[in-house]
């Protein structure tokens, strides 16, 4: 029947990725609770991630506060808004855009890295000598880099905002004669903490997003070396969309709560 | 394993500096909204708070010294704002202190701005935690488009009105529209504004023959001038006046007398009115002159006689003696 179909087919595939990943979380929280845990593979894998993705994270920062100020300052000056420059920016970059463009790069980074990682370990059949040998290969490769990268990935957008900032405090420096401190004082006098928690709890999610659907894609991954690069193609686009339906998600809530 | 150590330290320095900034952060933020620190609370009652909302600055003297910490409706008319205010300004806002919400900016959050109280009584004491403040509301958008929305009503009808008096005037009724309208008053106008003109030619013509006038005066030389410019000769006028005003009194106390002598006079009283009145008095006062021209010549005579005698020629003599040699003197 699915043949004659195929959006059926194709909603009925979508849906059962969708229960296998929600089963593989359940999984992953069941491991997760139960010892023993692989600690020095989890610190490796933060290592990987977090301070590997470092200067990444860093550069795009700076750039996104540098352009994004460079951009909106000629139309906020020609309101004469041109002091609310910092608000603006630090606002935007905060709440939502620092998240969650730090987010997709991460997503192409980690995911696409777990993914590939994963993918290649399961078709040389690596997961399944572990099984043997005695290893919970869940436990040591999907439970410590879910929890690294969920861990991690706070911390890199926190840096991300910080240069972006930076990276906007010096556009307004040099080209609005605004001092370094009456800049970082305007930022925080627009900041709140409505502003600074739900992104940040928010990023959580998208690092555990980007941990699940990078090991969930790479632990499946099949048919020999193609399925490789299929694992870790379909890693970073399932989970840049699931980036911008969690975010949808936490705009929503935080609106209820904070609105 | 000393690859794996390095790792971890580079590790634990990312996660250091990844909390450090979220901390940082965490306490910019809350600084700015009081959270930390000493502080106090300061209660004002609003009618309207105009979209105040929690974390919105209060500001004492344009400083910012605390935040909005709660919005409460007590009744329909009364909003309580709490205020968390720096414990370092609560010695500096008094009791009589007042409250008000204003934005900050044309396009600003809402602020709420402690005024310093009218300091009619003294110098009114401190606030303290929990203290009430009194609170006063400026003009709001809305007011000023209520009373803008009254204006425009007033302006519908008074154009209306306006229409209706330059619809009358067009067709040439009432005093204004006879004067716009009527030609003939028109022409009426015209001469008068002709007449107009010509005595004004006239009176220019004539203040400009009295400003030739005064400026022919020598203000030196003619009695005008002096009597204009001379303080000295004002002065002797003074004096002058002064004078004329004691003559006149004489003259009205002279002119008392004399009228008590005519009276007297016509009275009949005194020597006077004898020879005025009596007519017999003119008669004797004939003959008494008579009889002393009689006299007189016979005195004459006897005088005459008299030269003539022995005994007195001698001296008659020496007496003429003497006038010719006195009316000789002078011819020398």
């Known amino acids: 029947m699915t043949r004659n179909f195929p959006m059926v087919a194709n909603l009925s595939s979508f849906f059962t990725e969708t229960g296998a990943l929600a089963r593989f979380a359940g999984r992953f929280f069941k491991e997760l609770v139960s010892p023993p845990i692989e600690f020095r593979e989890f610190l490796r894998q933060c290592y990987q991630m977090g301070n590997k993705s470092l200067l990444l994270v860093a ?66 059949e690596q997961i399944d000598a572990m099984e043997v040998s005695g290893t919970n290969p869940f436990k040591f490769l999907v439970v410590t880099r879910i929890l690294a990268a969920t861990l991690m990935l706070p911390l890199l957008i926190l840096f991300g905002d910080f240069v972006a900032l930076i990276g906007s405090a010096i556009v307004e420096n040099v080209k609005g004669q605004v001092s370094f401190t009456l800049y970082f004082n305007q930022v925080f006098e627009a900041l709140a903490f409505s502003d600074l928690l739900p992104a940040t709890a928010k990023s959580f999610f998208f690092g555990f997003a980007i941990g699940l659907v990078g090991c969930f894609k790479g632990y499946n991954s099949s048919k020999g070396t193609a399925g490789v690069g299929r694992a870790s193609n379909s890693a970073v686009v399932y989970t840049s969309m699931l980036l911008f339906i969690i975010d949808f998600i936490a705009v929503f809530l935080t609106d209820l709560i904070y609105g | ?128 935690f929990g203290d009430t403040i009194a609170s006063i509301s400026k003009i709001a958008t809305a007011d000023m488009l209520t009373t803008l929305n009254t204006t425009n009503e007033n302006a519908a009808l008074l154009t209306a009105d306006l229409l209706k008096i330059t619809n009358s005037i067009n067709k040439g009724e009432g005093t204004l529209g006879a004067l716009i309208k009527d030609e003939e008053m028109a022409g009426n106008f015209k001469k008068s504004i002709e007449g107009l003109r010509q005595t004004t030619q006239n009176v220019s013509a004539m203040v400009n023959r009295i400003n030739a006038i005064i400026n022919e005066v020598s203000y030196k030389e003619s009695v005008a001038g002096v009597l204009l410019s001379d303080t000295t000769a004002a002065k002797q006028i003074e004096g002058i006046i002064t004078n004329l005003e004691i003559s006149a009194l004489q003259i009205s106390n002279m002119t008392t007398n004399l009228e008590q002598v005519s009276y007297d006079i016509r009275k009949g009283e005194g020597t006077l009115d004898y020879l005025l009145n009596d007519p017999g008095a003119v008669d004797k006062l004939d003959a008494t002159l008579e009889n002393i021209a009689k006299a007189t010549k016979k005195f004459d005579e006897s005088m005459e006689a008299l030269q003539h005698n022995i005994l007195l020629r001698r001296y008659f003599e020496k007496q003429a003696r003497i006038k010719q040699r006195e009316e000789a003197k002078p011819d020398e």
């Open chain 1, 59 to 124: 550069v795009t920062g700076f750039i996104l506060g540098l352009v994004f100020t460079l951009q909106s300052r000629p139309t906020l000056e020609e309101f004469g808004a041109s002091s609310w420059i910092p608000n603006m920016i630090s606002i935007s970059i905060v709440r939502e855009i620092g998240p969650v463009i730090i987010a997709l790069i991460c997503a192409g980074r980690i995911g696409s890295s777990i993914g590939a990682e994963l993918g290649s370990m399961k078709v040389t």
């Open chain 2, 1 to 128: 394993m000393k690859n794996s150590n390095t790792q971890n330290l580079r590790l634990g320095i990312f996660v250091i500096l990844g909390i450090t900034i979220f901390v940082l952060a965490v306490y910019f933020i809350g600084n700015r909204q009081n959270l930390f620190g000493d502080n106090s609370i300061i209660i004002s009652v609003f009618k309207d708070v105009s979209g105040l909302q929690r974390g919105n600055n209060v500001r004492f003297a344009g400083v910012n010294v605390g935040t909005v910490k709660d919005i409460q409706i007590i009744n329909d008319t009364s909003i309580a704002v709490s205020m968390r205010v720096d414990e370092r300004t609560m010695n500096l806002i008094r009791k009589n202190s007042l409250a008000t919400i204003s934005s900050d900016g044309l396009v600003g959050s809402m602020v709420v701005n402690l005024l310093p109280g009218e300091n009619n009584s003294g110098l009114a004491p401190p606030v303290k």
